[in-house]
């Protein structure tokens, strides 16, 4: 085995693959050997993704849709014989004022967030049972530890998804399986940020995008946003035999803003 990569000859899905955080993440698990799954709802960024990759293979995928959930976990296994890793990363933010937001689109980011991740946990902790191996990783946030400014549906959905993670830990103990979180900081220069949140920010809190970037560095202790790379980094941890004593955990990385 090559010592230098961490994850030599793992199968691994990541959703939410296309681009931004998961794409960093489908890269770098390449990157530490693995054979990857790129699945996301956008199938021709997905593909782009995948093409780019040593060995993997991209997925269309709407992580609300059951079929679709199971026939992603079913093309893994087809494909490269098992399934060790899921990084359950598709997610969406809309941000408004609570006495202001609509019910479809608090229904829309429940099913995406929480139901989504639930469909993904479930099909892939089946294979992994069975095999009495695997670890599966949310991609959860500091929302999921702590309340949200006028974000109440995101950090709502970031709970509960702590919550399917501490108790499928408990269930899957059992079976060798772990099952952990990741709590990233805000990642200020991704595209979530830059197309979109320092928009959305600046106009629910009455202020300049610039502003708004400054505001978030500020609460940061460390006083940088948080990189791609500090949580890929966390990732090839939780998904190596180097925290094969850790499971139920959700793990903050937020240069010190969130600790607990």
Do not use: H
Request: a neutral charge.
């Amino acid at each position: 085995m090559n010592n230098s990569k961490m994850l030599e000859g793992k199968v691994a899905i990541v959703t939410g693959a296309a681009q931004g955080l998961g794409e960093a993440l489908a890269r770098r698990l390449d990157k530490e050997g693995c054979k990857v799954v790129v699945a996301d709802i956008n199938y021709e960024k997905a593909k782009e993704v995948a093409d780019s990759l040593t060995n993997a293979i991209a997925f269309e995928v709407d992580v609300t849709d059951e079929e679709q959930v199971d026939a992603m976990v079913k093309a893994a296994v087809d494909t490269y014989g098992t399934l060790d890793i899921l990084v359950s990363n598709a997610a969406i933010l809309i941000a408004m004022p609570t006495t202001e937001f609509p019910l479809d689109k608090w229904k829309k980011m429940m099913d995406v967030n929480i139901t989504g991740y639930f469909l993904c946990a479930r099909a892939a902790a089946r294979v992994m049972a069975e095999n009495r191996k695997g670890t599966i990783i949310q991609i959860n946030s500091k929302s999921g530890k702590k309340g949200s400014y006028k974000n109440a549906a995101y950090a709502t959905s970031k709970f509960a998804g702590i919550g399917l993670t501490q108790s499928l830990a408990l269930e899957m103990a059992e079976y060798g399986v772990r099952v952990n979180a990741i709590c990233p900081g805000n990642l200020l220069d991704s595209p979530l940020w830059v197309n979109s949140l320092y928009k959305q920010y600046a106009r629910n809190q009455g202020i300049t995008e610039e502003e708004v970037r400054q505001k978030y560095l500020n609460q940061v202790p460390m006083k940088r946003g948080c990189t791609y790379d500090d949580v890929a980094n966390v990732m090839v941890f939780l998904a190596s035999d180097q925290s094969s004593y850790m499971t139920g955990q959700a793990i903050n990385v937020t240069g010190g803003q969130e600790m607990r």
